[in-house]
């Protein structure tokens, strides 16, 4: 290798050090991702909008990649996780803990909790009732209803989970500092809510009205 190289490395180094990334406990993995995001701004596909004069929203659209992208990590890292206990291994956990903490729902409270299609939250319920971690009775008030409640296996099931769940969420908050932790938290606390409020409210609409209401 050339001298030149190793003088462009350091200077790199240098650069990390007095970036907003750089932390007393960074280790090569952090310059690497650093390095990474570097070359991402320098090259990002941005530009290719702006060629074609398009208006370009960046941050936006930087903030929709990046909720995308942790969806898909933690997704895989959730079925990593929770290998050994396939029954929770998709969105199921999120079912069982939530009545765990909020129990005698309905099938549609539950769904709407979750954030789900009725579709989609459907056939998780069905397939927490088919393995007999959750159980349904009438609705002493709405006959045409059902109350959802966890079972002795499924309490058991919890229990012994929530070690290898703890270990995920551990995980997927990274190396952030607590502060860092708890500032994200709050933002997107905010942002869920404010989304929450569309999933309730706005079901039907088309992407256009959703913008115009909103302001957007």
């Not at 012994?160 to 932790?181: A, H, P, R, Y």
């Amino acid at each position: 290798m050339h001298t030149d190289f190793f003088i462009d490395l350091l200077l790199k180094v240098k650069d990390f050090e007095n970036s907003k990334a750089y932390k007393p406990n960074c280790n090569v993995e952090d310059f690497r991702m650093w390095l990474n995001d570097k070359k991402y701004t320098e090259e990002s596909p941005t530009k290719l909008f702006k060629n074609e004069k398009h208006t370009v929203f960046f941050t936006e659209n930087e903030i929709c990649k990046q909720v995308l992208l942790l969806s898909r990590y933690s997704k895989q890292l959730i079925r990593k996780g929770l290998g050994d206990f396939p029954e929770l291994a998709n969105e199921e956990f999120t079912y069982l803990y939530r009545l765990k903490d909020e129990p005698d729902l309905t099938k549609i409270q539950l769904i709407e909790r979750n954030g789900h299609e009725k579709q989609t939250g459907t056939q998780i319920i069905k397939r927490l009732l088919e393995y007999g971690l959750i159980e349904e009775k009438n609705d002493s008030e709405d006959k045409r209803s059902k109350r959802l409640n966890i079972t002795k296996k499924g309490e058991e099931m919890f229990h012994k989970s929530v070690n290898k769940v703890n270990m995920t969420s551990n995980i997927l908050s990274g190396k952030l500092m607590d502060e860092e932790k708890t500032e994200l938290f709050r933002i997107l606390k905010n942002l869920n809510e404010f989304h929450a409020h569309i999933y309730a409210d706005y079901k039907g609409a088309a992407i256009e009205e959703i913008s115009e209401v909103f302001g957007l």
